[in-house]
């Protein structure tokens, strides 16, 4: 499989497994939360169109993410396959991404379920920590940061995203059984989906990754 879909809660662990991923198989991830992030923090009209959804734990439009995907889709590095990370959310999105696929004469292989029970949810994203520079993530509690980070120009300075603070943190959950739950069945229909039980260490949830995988190249 290397042209496929994590799907999951906020703070299932997607972010964390693409990652992961990425390093092993050399197939990029396109997290749209961190492309939203990027261009929220360098204030482009992306990001200020972007940035009232996300500060209240909202969906972005449709339209604004569907022209993003659509360009990154058809980049050069795409070639070998991708993971994405955060995409499709809506039902909408997932039939435009179906018609660009479709467009493109690409496959979507198979989409990943990380089911993660919601209890659990609330303490991992308020517990998460992202490194400004290289984009790792970590928790405070259960997955916490390593001393020493292999890259010498890394701040080791931890950052909360502001959309982990425990008051808008419900209001995200609230969206995705509402907004993205609906793929679940959708991709089901398709014959694509497969689910793992994400309420189990990076490692193990790592493993069971990988067996649904083609070896490593
Ligand atoms: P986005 O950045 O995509 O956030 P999300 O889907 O809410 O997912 P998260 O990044 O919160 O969680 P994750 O599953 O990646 O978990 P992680 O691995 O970090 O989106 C942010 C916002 O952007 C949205 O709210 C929306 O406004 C906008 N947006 C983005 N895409 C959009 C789209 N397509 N349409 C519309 N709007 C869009 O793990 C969480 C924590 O748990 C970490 O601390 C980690 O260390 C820890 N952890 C991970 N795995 C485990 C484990 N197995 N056991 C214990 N702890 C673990």
Redesign the pocket.
């Known amino acids: 499989m290397r042209r496929l879909i994590l799907l ?11 990652q992961l991923l990425e390093k092993l198989y050399l197939i990029p991830q396109i ?4 492309i ?2 990027t261009a929220k923090q360098a204030c482009t009209p992306l990001g200020l169109a ?1 940035k009232p ?2 500060d209240k ?4 439009p ?1 339209e604004l ?1 569907i022209g993003l995907i659509r360009e990154r889709l058809q980049q050069e590095d795409m070639h070998q396959g991708w993971i994405l ?6 039902t909408v ?1 997932a039939e435009a991404l179906d018609s660009l696929l479709n467009e493109i004469q690409q496959d979507l292989e198979g989409v990943i379920l ?1 089911d993660v029970p919601e209890a659990v949810l609330f303490d ?2 308020v ?3 992202t490194c400004p520079l290289c984009k790792k ?3 405070i509690a ?2 916490p940061p390593s001393p020493d980070c292999a890259n010498p120009e890394c701040p080791k300075q931890w950052l909360q995203r502001e ?2 603070k425990p008051e808008v943190v419900p209001t ?1 959950l609230q ?2 059984r509402a907004e993205t739950e609906p793929l679940i069945g959708y991709y089901q229909a398709q014959g694509k989906l497969h689910t793992l039980n ?5 490692d193990t ?1 790592q493993k069971q990754l990988i067996a649904l995988m083609d070896p490593p190249v």
């Open positions: 999951g809660a906020p703070g299932a662990g997607k972010g964390t497994q693409a997290s749209t939360g961190d939203l992030r972007a959804y996300m734990g909202l969906l972005v449709d993410i990370d955060g995409f499709p959310r809506t999105q990380i991992r994203l517990g998460r920590r993530v970590v928790h259960f997955n959309d982990d995200r969206r995705y994400g309420d189990q260490s990076p949830v």
